[in-house]
């Protein structure tokens, strides 16, 4: 059992920066691929990057590409979302998931943290 609890969303301007953090409680954190979905209202979940066990590869959405950055801290069993160049369609509730695949399909990922709002104003 993992348990995942996101911090880190606010409101923002457009051309903002954020920077999400997930910290990870239970089985060992090390054992896990660990991703970022979101999701916007009336919206499915979308991926938006994950990292592997030992912080490469990595993997980024289409949409996100070039503009945020996933990265891990296994010693202090953190994943991390570097958020820039914030547009207002970014706009949605943060999630972190933690798998024992790397993989970018929600149906993979057994554990969820609760979710982190990020708002992105023009």
């Known amino acids: 059992q993992v348990q995942l609890v996101e911090s880190g969303g606010g409101l923002v301007q457009a051309g903002g920066s954020l920077r999400l953090s997930c910290a990870a409680s239970g089985r060992s954190f090390s054992n896990y691929a660990m991703a970022w979905f979101r999701q916007a209202p009336g919206k499915e979940r979308e991926f938006v990057g994950v990292?592997?066990?030992?912080?490469?590869?990595?993997l980024y959405g289409d949409s996100v590409k070039g503009r945020f950055t996933i990265s891990r801290d296994n010693a202090k069993n953190t994943v991390y979302l570097q958020m820039n160049s914030l547009k207002p369609e970014d706009t949605a509730v943060y999630y972190c998931?933690?798998?024992?695949?790397?993989?970018?399909?929600?149906?993979?990922?057994?554990?969820w943290g609760q979710g982190t709002q990020v708002t992105v104003s023009s």
């Open positions: 998931a933690a798998s024992g695949q790397f993989r970018i399909e929600v149906q993979w990922y057994a554990y």
């Open positions: 990292i592997s066990w030992g912080g490469r590869p990595t």
